[in-house]
């Protein structure tokens, strides 16, 4: 009896820089947003406080994009 778990053999895999290079691009959709927000929110509104809430918030909304996103980069065709 042989079980595969979450592994589908008609896929071919994904290389180490492959990998790499869709890791990088899935951190910069990621980390570049809120990084932004947050600056310009401090820049325009002169309080840290609420420029990392704002920065927060943006990241939070980013990383629902990037699930979205990854599914579609990270599969092999």
Do not use: C, Q, Y
Request: proline content about 1%; hydrophobic content about 60%.
């Amino acid at each position: 009896m042989k079980i595969t778990l979450l592994s589908d053999t008609t896929k071919s895999k994904l290389n180490i820089r492959e990998i790499a290079l869709r890791g990088t691009i899935m951190a910069v959709i990621l980390t570049v947003p809120s990084i932004i927000a947050f600056l310009v929110s401090w820049v325009i509104l002169d309080n840290l406080m609420t420029a990392a809430i704002v920065g927060g918030v943006v990241h939070f909304i980013a990383m629902g994009f990037a699930l979205k996103i990854s599914k579609k980069i990270l599969v092999k065709k």
